[in-house]
């Protein structure tokens, strides 16, 4: 079965700290993209990236970084944690000039305290 | 890409076919209608896409109108599992920007 995997399914850190998200595909994918979701905001694009050691920034890339290492692997890193970034943080991925949509994580529900 | 509107929620009875309507009378000629679920506390899920004909998967059949201003979701026998909420965004298939605009959705709850 095709997946994206994210390293943790909840992670709670400390105001100031560097954080990793980590995100796998084993889907051969081009593209992977990082969003957060908040209540009442709905799912916003932070960054994305169509190809190795490229990325885009999305609609709230402040205080955020990316980086793709590897065509399979996309982290996103909180430089300094805020408690603004508390929040559910989901990656996805797709194919390039493909119909069938985008394969999501499950999500990292990240609480900074 | 084109804006849509949907219902804010919805009921449907276990074993019934749930409808679920959406509008996006902007909609450009080479944009395609999506439809995704999001089942509480996971990530969003793939349902199905269609241009302009009719579509049918495992899951679900899209059904959108001649003149692609509106289409509709339809789940034909409803399970307590299916409760979700249901995004309907359109986009060019091609678009590598990422930009999948999800709006507020129709928040379905399936009942025994």
């Known amino acids: 079965d095709v997946k994206v995997t994210q390293s943790s399914r909840y992670l709670v850190k400390r105001t100031g700290e560097k954080v990793f998200l980590e995100c796998v595909q084993d889907m051969d994918h081009e593209n992977m993209f990082w969003y957060r979701q908040d209540p009442g905001l709905g799912l916003r694009l932070i960054y994305f990236?169509?190809?190795?050691?490229?990325?885009e920034k999305g609609d709230i890339p402040e205080g955020y970084s990316v980086s793709r290492e590897k065509k399979e692997r996309f982290s996103l890193i909180l430089e300094s944690a805020s408690t603004n970034q508390t929040s559910m943080y989901l990656c996805a991925s797709s194919r390039t000039g493909g119909l069938n949509g985008y394969t999501f994580g499950s999500g990292t529900r990240l609480t900074v305290v | 890409d084109a804006k849509t509107t949907q219902p804010p929620s919805m009921d449907c009875a276990e074993g019934r076919a749930a409808n679920l309507p959406c509008n996006h009378s902007?909609?450009?000629?080479?944009?395609?209608v999506y439809w995704y679920r999001q089942i509480h506390s996971q990530g969003p899920q793939y349902i199905i896409h269609g241009l302009k004909n009719n579509e049918t998967n495992e899951m679900a059949s899209l059904i959108i109108t001649e003149d692609r201003k509106s289409s509709t979701l339809i789940l034909p026998h409803a399970t307590l599992r299916d409760t979700a909420v249901y995004y309907c965004?359109?986009?060019?298939?091609?678009?590598?920007?990422?930009?999948?605009?999800f709006g507020q959705g129709t928040t379905l709850q399936v009942k025994p």
């Open positions: 902007t909609i450009s000629g080479n944009e395609y």
């Open positions: 965004i359109v986009r060019v298939a091609s678009s590598n920007t990422g930009k999948l605009i």
């Open positions: 990236s169509y190809d190795v050691k490229m990325k």
